[in-house]
DNA sequence: ACATAATAATACTATTTTGGTATTATTCAA
DNA sequence: TTGAATAATACCAAAATAGTATTATTATGT
């Protein structure tokens, strides 16, 4: 089982390579090249980023990706939750039914409270401390 | 994300359910049709409870499965493990290699030390607690 | 203006994991 | 000795994850 899946893990090592440019855009096939991700797949990625995220895009010669945001500003959590959701450690096992004792089922209270604690401990973990 | 799959699901229910059943065995026909799991199902799991843990099976007319171990003696751990491997959140995104510094690699500490948390919480949780 | 080098968008394919089924062999007891 | 049960194992299906390919669009240098 995974706390982060590997676009998640990619994206931030993306975020990472790009920060180190600063002032300049870097192009995908760079990226590619310097992490050892296939093209297709890192190109995926960056357009989540760019779409939902702290990357601002430029076409044309000459064009590629920029981090908007410094890296001490964006939070684990949120690339997480780009990629994979919402933290969570319960995903419907049957979709609310079948189990007729939810409030009292103790097992989900277990899994709720250590939801809860993996979630306060990332809160405010950033790209920049990693 | 699943702390627990379905089948650790089941064989939570299914221990249950033959608890419930002092002094008899309990058939999988049984089990299967009380709990509305397929049957198949059921027996695939009882096997492996029977094969790795807290259950006997007699065979032929009139046999089923049997509990030699009380609820409360039996950890969820232990199921767990049965059915989805050791408790861990940080399966090998990179099968060991790329990440060149995995030793200083703080979100893999950060990772490593909320699965030591889930594994403390969940240490002494037995099947009769649920 | 136009050709070209880049990203944008999206749809498709492959692999792995999880969930579930089916089939055949074996065992026990009436 | 036969039939009702489990044992063992191999198989199939659906969903999630990982990765690819294809086509459209945009910007810039000449």
Do not use: H, W
Request: glycine content about 10%.
């Amino acid at each position: 089982m995974k706390l982060i899946t590997r676009e998640t893990d990619y994206a931030i090592r993306i975020l990472k390579a790009i920060a180190e440019k600063p002032g300049r855009s870097a192009a995908s096939i760079e990226l590619s090249k310097e992490l050892g991700i296939p093209v297709a797949f890192v190109r995926k990625i960056l357009q989540v980023l760019a779409r939902k995220g702290p990357l601002t895009s430029t076409k044309g010669k000459g064009g590629g990706f920029v981090l908007t945001t410094p890296l001490d500003k964006i939070l684990l959590v949120d690339i997480m939750i780009m990629f994979q959701g919402p933290v969570s450690l319960g995903d419907c096992l049957f979709g609310k039914k079948l189990c007729g004792n939810r409030a009292s089922c103790s097992l989900r209270c277990i899994i709720l409270e250590l939801e809860g604690t993996i979630r306060e401990r990332i809160k405010n973990v950033t790209i920049a401390s990693l």
